[in-house]
């Protein structure tokens, strides 16, 4: 499943910039020339933003070593933060695939998903991070603990959302939660925490999966290298 085509991988992230960038100037409003800073306020945007941040390092990465080096090889600055930033996205997927979207279905929220701008930044987005982690980046460099400190990043998210809105922040429709599973006024503190300490074990489980498949995919790289 790895390649070391440096070619391959710069074509690949070059289109990842170009349906990332789409996605963020469509749920922003920024295409349709009503921008909204109020989307950037939303893990969904902020992780796009990130892989954005990255694809763009990725692909200067790529260039420089395909001028120095030629097409064969890695291109990658950190293999272990490619893991993070994949799984900070792969978040964003998860919780509108298994949270939001059934949330929507059932409560009669008026929220339409699987909108084009919705599949874009909560799907493609990710897709595009996740292969690129699997095709392209050297697997057997994440470590043991580090599972843990990816989940640091939506956690942070959770305590800033809260922060804001007991400030008197608002988000999307004058909420002071950006997500209906946050929503102290609804669900009352203990389904808030119940809600939040679910999502923490399954997303702990999810990092941990990601994790074996780097370590399996990275001692078969190991194998096959000391077969040659």
């Known amino acids: 499943m790895l390649l ?77 933060f490619a893991a993070a930033v994949m799984f900070a996205i792969t978040v964003t997927m998860l919780v509108y695939l298994i949270v939001l979207v059934p949330e929507a279905f059932t409560q009669n929220t008026g929220y339409q998903p699987f909108t084009p701008t919705d599949n874009v930044v909560h799907i493609f987005t990710p897709a595009f991070t996740i292969v690129d982690w699997l095709l392209f980046t050297p697997k057997g460099r994440v470590r043991p603990t580090d599972p843990l400190r990816w989940t640091l990043l939506p956690l942070g998210y959770v305590a800033l959302a809260f922060g804001y809105g007991a400030l008197g922040g608002v988000f999307g429709g004058g909420t002071r939660y950006p997500y209906p599973f946050m929503d102290l006024d609804r669900n009352g503190p203990g389904g808030v925490a119940l809600w939040l300490v679910g999502l923490y074990v399954a997303l702990q489980l999810v990092a941990y999966v990601f994790f074996a498949i780097d370590r399996m995919l990275g001692a078969l790289a190991q194998r096959r290298s000391a077969t040659r």
């Open 4 to 80: 070391h085509d440096r070619r391959l991988a710069l074509v690949f992230r070059l289109a990842a910039i170009l349906v990332v960038c789409w996605g963020i100037g469509s749920v922003s409003g920024l295409f349709a020339g009503r921008p909204s800073g109020v989307q950037f306020l939303y893990y969904t945007v902020l992780s796009n933003l990130l892989v954005l941040v990255w694809f763009v390092l990725l692909v200067v990465r790529t260039i420089r070593d395909l001028r120095a080096s030629g097409a064969r090889g890695w291109s990658t600055p950190s293999p272990r």
